[in-house]
């Protein structure tokens, strides 16, 4: 999700420093009247310059700073991660995807409030969150048999909210503001608040429907349709904060490892997506047949 550790904070925004060509700071003399042309560039031959002016532009590898495309990679490599941590999820006892859950909700913690990226705990946290989101899938597969391939309907609605955010964010349509992004924390936090209640609700008895408050009705319309309608429209602007995180770490230069940061909030919100949109179908699978 978003609100990982900022860019802004690493050494690449500041932009005072020495000056690389020749080691020469801004006191040294510049080039002036009284000096020769090889002077006036720091000794170099005309060879020399030449050859510094046929070498193409420094690329991001060159730079060793973030860029779009190292970024796709690493979120790839996170996602085939979490794909093979999904599959044995998938076949594997519910303790172990119980156990994933546990163990992916720490590590996103740490990986949240860690300063400087770790490709080791990101690549961790991607695996055992593979395993809960397998382990779920499965039973919610298993669950709701009348709800034709729920999984697959998750998947494919997940990769559809994807693009289409994907491409508003390119066109500039849609942004990040601050207004937005207050109401996005707010609503957070009352969303949290409101699945801890139903979680207590559930445990003690006292709704008797399978998903809680979320399974009752109102006109007809299961509350967790509505719901969950609201926590995707959520978490497709938590994918325009880190679509807007990426553009902002690649712009302002950020070394490459940050690159993970970005994959691992990535990861975050897309499972997060999918999870609400497997309930949804869950709960619409419910309410038809009861």
Known sequence: MAFKP?????????????NTWGGRGAGQQQAGWGQTPQQ??????PEQLQYMYDRPAASTVDTDRMSYEDTIVKTLLAFGVLLVGAVAGWNLP????????????VLALVNTFKKKPSPGLVLTYAFFEGLFVGGISNYFQTAFPQADGIVAQAVFGTLGVFAVTLLLFLSGK???????TRFFL??????????????????????????GLMGTTIFGIPLGVVIGIFVVLMAA????????????GVQRGAPKIYAW???????????????EILRILAIIASSQRN
Do not use: E, H
Not at 174 to 180: Q, S
Not at 188 to 208: E, K, P, Q, R
Not at 265 to 275: K, P
């Open 174 to 180: 849609v942004r990040a503001t601050p207004k937005l």
């Open 6 to 18: 900022g860019f802004d904070q690493s050494p690449a925004f500041n932009n005072q420093g020495p």
């Open 261 to 275: 940061t970005a994959a691992f909030g990535l990861i975050v919100t897309l499972v997060w997506l999918y999870l």
């Open 94 to 105: 519910p303790v172990v995807w119980i156990v994933g859950a546990l163990v992916g909700f």
């Open 237 to 248: 602007y938590s994918l325009i904060l880190d679509f807007d995180q990426i553009k902002t």
């Open 40 to 45: 006036a560039q720091g000794g170099m031959t």
């Open 186 to 211: 707010i609503a957070m936090v009352g969303y949290m608040a409101f699945s801890l209640v139903n979680l207590v609700l559930m445990w003690t008895g006292v709704t008797s429907t399978a998903f």
